[in-house]
């Protein structure tokens, strides 16, 4: 069965770097998402992306946060400077058609920032 | 505003014993509801959807729109349901919006 698939699983980081979480969707959806889960806390939306573009963001996808596709398979999420609050578990989902349908997860990528 | 509440953090029950994790929405159209759920160090999955009416390992979910529900059951708790569990909507403009409750960790005691 087709899945999700993030890496890296765990990414350990200074504070000021750059992050890149790569996400390789399902190979027929056509919307992406990004989420993040601080520990103990709710999943939050992020962001999401069809056609190629941002379609619907949150508050928390500020101008450090990026969003690309840069060869139709993957799904990149950057966080251009990192701060100790952006230390989290980042879901990538995917979907295959408009409107209300299921999305499916990828196993997340944990992002400890230092 | 879209919201999904889920009123339990942690909830215990002891195997075999019935279970419930309620789950509370408020949209002002016509939403989606699902249940995900996500075992120890696994990725988030699909445990059922409101529409297909479905029981899937043994646990069920009914939307009832006068109380605003989607509460989750299962009659006879089994020790492999421990795991988190989240609502979730869908609804927005589009239809591709999700929104997450804050999850209930359920622990079933042997």
């Known amino acids: 069965e087709p899945e999700v698939t993030q890496t890296p699983s765990h990414q350990v980081t200074q504070m000021g770097q750059e992050v890149i979480l790569r996400c390789v969707p399902i190979?027929?959806?056509?919307?992406f998402y990004w989420y993040r889960q601080i520990l103990g806390q709710k999943v939050e939306f992020l962001v999401s992306?069809?056609?190629?573009?941002?379609?619907?963001k949150s508050e928390i996808f500020d101008d450090q946060f990026s969003v690309e596709r840069p060869d139709g398979s993957n799904f990149t999420l950057k966080i251009r400077s990192t701060k100790l609050e952006d230390s989290a578990m980042y879901f990538c989902a995917s979907k295959r058609e408009t409107g209300k349908r299921e999305l499916f997860f990828g196993e997340g990528s944990r992002l400890t920032v230092l | 505003a879209q919201r999904v509440t889920q009123p339990e953090k942690l909830l215990s029950v002891f195997k075999g014993a019935p279970v419930e994790l309620k789950c509370n929405y408020s949209y002002s159209g016509s939403p989606e509801l699902f249940w995900y759920v996500q075992y120890s160090r696994q990725r988030l999955q699909l445990l059922l959807r409101?529409?297909s009416r479905e029981s899937i390992k043994g646990f069920t979910a009914d939307l009832n729109k006068g109380e605003t529900s989607f509460h989750l059951k299962k009659p006879f708790a089994q020790e492999e349901d421990s795991a988190m569990y989240y609502c979730a909507l869908s609804g927005g403009e589009t239809g591709n919006q999700f929104y997450f409750g804050t999850g209930t960790s359920l622990t079933v005691i042997p």
């Open positions: 190979s027929n959806h056509l919307y």
């Open positions: 409101h529409i």
């Open positions: 992306f069809y056609n190629n573009e941002i379609s619907e």
